[in-house]
């Protein structure tokens, strides 16, 4: 959802922000630009399209300096052009801005400054900030920028310079995030580190209201009202050879097969097998406290939302506590009841994504106790929360999480000790039968509309299925629990209607064979994920993809991953742009 970089120090600035954007790209690939400080003065070029569009311009320009601020866009206020590409100038050609987030008084503040005379030339958001730095600019830019941004309100992570107080970039947030790579002499801001690696694996994470000035001298750090603060540098554990695609021809193939190694990586420690239960040490919570829990809240979107629903289901079976699964978009604003005893689990793979952070600051301001189960270590809802699981699953680049969601729903499991021990090697197994899956795309890639069928674990399947499928490959695809079918989707099917049943042997088995018959006398074409040795289902589904046999609750670990690989393979087959699907960004910082 945005990404900004920015660089100060000794070494030509062009490269190392290009290099950082392409590392942010999944974070929106519409259009990008840079701003950059030299001789000449203030430079910018932008470009419509994906980096490598303006990287083609600046191989043309080679504009060169040792500072500079960068910009990769997904659209929100305005169309995705030149124009309105980052970064934004004041009148002056003197400031410019960088930001990711959403700026929610600009119109007003937009008028207000047109009257007093200054020029827009964009319809974005951004360059508000831009006109209102210029306003309150009197020679020193950080002074600037906080008197600017007490007047914002909505969200920003921004990078700003300025040609008239050259040598130093502000970098400002709230709600958006932002993180400093401290180096020898030189510093890199970032919206998150896979920019930042390459350079240092030191990084300070600032927060909400606070402000950086970077210059080769260090760093200084205030918040917006101009208060020093303090910061911790914090050590990435990541390294570079995790960021790269290493021989695939995806991120996302990358992470589908990263799976086995995932998982082991977030039960590593956790279980006991001996004893039967796990250890989950980030809950801050004694026994008798969560013995006091009465009701459990699970907030999320997306896959995310998914992997929370199987959750819900898992922790109403094994723990028996009532349990609901929010969208965080709906529950912020929709005066939740949160009685003593409930605790809210917030759940995200970037642990940015803005519904869900806003849920979970709704669910602590009403005194809730709040868990995060996050995959980004140091995010803002893994510092915001109480308390929590970190997934570990490393970083996820595709747009499309998969291995995110497997680590995810593992982390809700780990009731299931000595089960969960076996299922790396189970997704392997999937794995080595990747092939027969690519078949089954390579059949049934030009179809239009799919159905997913499963019912029980295997219902926030079907939904995750289908969800995966449209992402990447923009074929219309509806999940539903297969015996709703019969209450309405049943009439979409005909022969050309492919059905993906998930159709394992647990206790709804023989009612989804019923729904499959029902299916086939319609003429829909089958396609089932069913249980290893089952020949029974070979009988009435046109293709049977199997996975090894699993306790029921576990279930969901192994059915996504044929599914996963089916949507990767079709969207292949159909030429679409897997890591960078149209429209989509990886991590969505904005409402
Ligand atoms: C789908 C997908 C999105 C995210 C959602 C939440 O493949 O990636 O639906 O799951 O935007 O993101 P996180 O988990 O980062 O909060």
Redesign the pocket.
Known sequence: MCGIVGYVGSQDSVPILLEGLRRLEYRGYDSAGVAILNGQGLVVQKAAGKIAVLEGLLNGSKPRGTLGIAHTRWATHGEPTTVNAHPHVDCKGNIAVAHNGIIENYVTLRKKLEEEGHRFTTDTDTETIAHLIEKYFEGNLERAVAAALRHVTGTYGIAVIARDDPGKIVGARHGSPLVVGICDSEYVLASDVSAIIRHTNQVVYLDDEEMVVLTPQGIHTTTIREETVSKRVETVDWDLEKIEKAGYAHFMLKEIFEQPQSLRNTLRGRLLAEEGTSRLGGLNMSPAELRAITRVVIT??????HAGMIGEYLIEELARIPVEVEYASEFRYRNPILEPGTVVIA???????AD?LAAMREAKRRGARVLGVCNVVGSTIARESGGGVYIHAGPEIG???TK?FTSQVAALALELTRELESIPDKIERILAGADKVKAIARAYARHNNFLYLGRGYNFPVALEGA??LK?ISYIHAEGYPAAEMKHGPIALIDENMPVVFICTQDSAYEKVLNNMEEVRARRGKIIAIASEGDEHVATKADHVLYIPRVLGPLTPLLSVVPLQLLAYYIAVERKCDVDQPRNLA???TVE
């Open positions: 999320a979107c997306g896959t995310s939302w759940v995200s793979q970037s642990g940015e994504t869900t747009v499309a999480s995110a969800l995966k992402e990886k991590s969505v």
